[in-house]
């Protein structure tokens, strides 16, 4: 049959985002990103989204259009992230998307965020299996779920009692004096570096910790104090053997619960979404380790791991599909909307 011609609208964070997808297929994805403005602070601004997101809202919105090909009034629905994220951000896109389904007269879907960056994987794989177990690694997130149904039954197992994994790379990049975002210049430095030089802490690995759950504040301050002791030393600071070795101890503990999680509960296909699964070592270790347990591995290109409309659009496309109700025109945004 037809497949439902859904348009997506983030703003969770400081990517506005809209894509635009016939069921399965991305048709338009268009970012843009206020990234830049917030680099100087070491982190994203609050503030600085929610103006950021209104000057781009209806500029990135035709652009999608533009790129598809369509006009608005072509469109079965239209998706938004209604959370978790910045309440002050989420709110420009929740309106947007209320002010665009009410003028056109479509349907409006409220979606999760985290749910949206599983359910982008189906725009490069096709749909997803169920189930299919979940590693939501990003700045805000760093989460294991259990996906049976992608719109409707998403079960967290476990999830970061501190820091997110991507929180991590950003501040260990502070330490180095690498810039923000961290992620993507620790990655780079780290293919230079010796992932075996120095021994960091995997934290909750031990066995009475839960099975499930992260912690990355212990490790963020064992690199600090590592390169504080090697600064006040006098000595050169072996910036891409830090930055390997953090980036293999990060990884090392996502990929072993990940698998751990899918072995315990039967599940034989694994997928990992978020900013932090366009890293190049996570990748690599996550295709090694699946392979030896003979689970299946789906991970997003990394331009649809970063934060995007047509994950958005892809998830709000599945509940058309689905035969999902429609929110109701006074949907509102929820900073911390569970799955
Ligand atoms: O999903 P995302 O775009 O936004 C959130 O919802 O948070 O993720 C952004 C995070 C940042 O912390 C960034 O440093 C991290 O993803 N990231 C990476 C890489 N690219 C982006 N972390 C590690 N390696 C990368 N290549
Ligand atoms: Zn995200």
């Known amino acids: 049959g037809d497949e439902p011609l ?9 990517e506005t985002g809209v894509g635009i997808v016939r069921g399965t ?3 338009a994805d268009a970012v843009a990103s206020s990234v830049d403005e917030h680099a100087r602070f070491g982190g994203v601004v609050p503030e ?28 079965d629905g239209i998706a938004v992230t209604a959370g978790p994220g910045l309440a ?5 896109g929740v309106s947007a998307a209320k002010a665009y389904a009410y003028a056109l007269g479509k349907p409006l879907y409220g979606v999760n965020h985290l749910a949206s960056h599983i359910c982008v994987d189906q725009l490069e794989h096709g749909r997803l299996p169920e189930p299919t177990m ?8 760093s989460s294991l779920l259990l996906t049976e149904d992608i719109t409707s039954d998403v079960r967290p197992l476990g999830a970061t009692i501190d820091d997110a994994a991507g929180e991590a790379f950003d501040k260990v990049a502070r330490v180095l004096g690498l810039g923000f975002p961290g992620g993507p210049v620790v990655d780079r430095m780290a293919r230079e570096g010796d992932p075996e030089a120095i021994r960091f802490p995997r934290g909750l690995t031990g066995p009475r910790d839960a099975e499930y759950d992260f912690s990355f504040s ?3 301050t064992a690199v600090a104090r590592w390169v504080e002791q090697k600064r006040r030393a006098g000595e050169q600071v072996p910036v891409a053997d830090v930055a390997a070795s953090f980036q293999e101890a990060v990884t090392d503990v996502l990929t072993r619960k990940a698998v751990k999680a899918c072995r315990a509960n039967g599940v034989d296909h694994l997928m990992i979404g978020g900013g932090v699964a366009a890293n190049s070592r996570l990748r690599a270790m996550a295709e090694e380790r699946c392979e030896r347990a003979g689970i299946r591995l789906r991970v997003p290109r990394p331009g649809l791991c970063t934060d995007n409309g047509a994950m958005v659009a892809a998830l709000g496309a599945e509940m058309v599909w689905r035969g999902r109700p429609a929110s109701a025109i006074d949907l509102s945004a929820d900073s911390s909307l569970p799955v």
């Open 218 to 220: 212990g490790l963020k």
């Open 88 to 92: 002050g951000a989420l709110l420009v």
């Open 25 to 27: 297929t991305l048709l």
């Open 134 to 141: 979940a590693l939501l690694v990003s700045g805000g997130h």
């Open 6 to 14: 859904v348009l997506g609208i983030e703003t969770s964070c400081d």
């Open 48 to 75: 600085v989204a929610s103006r950021a997101h209104l000057e781009a809202m209806v500029p990135t919105v035709q652009r999608a259009l533009d790129q598809a090909g369509l006009k608005a009034s072509d469109l």
